[in-house]
């Protein structure tokens, strides 16, 4: 998102509005992961980096099976997992999203094609729409080895079905994962006019219900 959290004046807002990139938001067309994690029992978590996590946040909020998302850090340590460090791009730090899910009503390899299909741009490398630096990047940090198989499978999978005009930058990577800050929290929900929210996940969110419909809640 754009280093700043206080409203954005109407010219700034004009500006994030005249790239044409939000209003261009739709689900892309790619096929299902052929290999998915098992099951199993109990709640399990999936962490995505993608770009603002905003954004991410409020599209897998809104997947039927997701519990809980948190809005976070990964790829650093605990020390600089703030996001006044984080915004210096020093930190080694990604905007990352910790999603819990319910593995009996969605899929790990469904949560990917949604993160591949519309959650982000997997071809932009450190960046996303307005966003650039390294804390952009886009990174999937699997939480169990089963997850990276999948997640590398996936990948494997859409370069050779040329899924996109362009390579897949989506780097699988290790590290913990850190809650942001509590601001950061459910931000697109507690900020619906802000002018980054109404520009750019506003119609992400839209393209997600549209393209994945029997998904959505």
Same mark, same amino acid.
Do not use: K
């Given at each position: 998102m754009l280093k700043i959290l206080l409203p954005i004046a109407g010219a700034a807002a004009a500006v994030l509005a005249s790239t044409g990139f939000a209003e261009a938001e739709r689900a892309v067309p790619i096929p299902a992961a052929k290999a998915d994690v098992p099951a199993g029992a109990g709640m399990?978590?999936?962490?995505?980096?993608?770009?603002?996590?905003?954004?991410?946040?409020?599209?897998?909020a809104r997947v039927k099976g997701v519990t809980g998302v948190t809005a976070g850090y990964a790829g650093g340590t605990a020390a600089t997992a703030t996001y006044d460090q984080v915004s210096t791009e020093t930190t080694r730090h990604a905007e990352a999203i910790r999603i819990t899910y319910d593995p009996a009503k969605v899929?790990? %390899?469904?949560?990917? $094609?949604?993160?591949?299909?519309?959650?982000?741009?997997?071809?932009?490398?450190? $960046?996303?729409?307005?966003?650039?630096?390294?804390?952009?990047?886009?990174?999937?940090?699997?939480?169990?080895?089963?997850? %990276?198989?999948?997640?590398? %499978?996936y990948i494997r999978q859409l370069g050779a079905a040329h899924?996109?005009?362009?390579?897949?930058?989506? $780097?699988?990577?290790?590290?913990?994962? #850190?809650?942001?800050?509590?601001?950061?929290?459910? #931000?697109?929900? $507690?900020?619906?006019?802000?002018?980054?929210?109404?520009t750019w996940d506003k119609p992400k969110v839209a393209a997600f219900r549209a393209g994945f419909p029997k998904l959505a809640v």
């Open positions: 399990q978590t999936a962490v995505f980096a993608g770009g603002c996590f905003w954004g991410m946040e409020a599209v897998f899929s790990y %390899a469904t949560l990917l $094609r949604v993160y591949f299909s519309i959650a982000h741009d997997p071809t932009q490398v450190n $960046r996303q729409g307005p966003d650039s630096g390294t804390s952009y990047r886009s990174a999937i940090f699997p939480q169990t080895p089963e997850q %990276a198989r999948v997640a590398a %499978a899924a996109f005009p362009r390579a897949i930058a989506t $780097r699988i990577e290790r590290g913990a994962f #850190f809650p942001a800050e509590a601001y950061h929290q459910d #931000f697109f929900d $507690r900020n619906p006019t802000h002018p980054y929210i109404v």
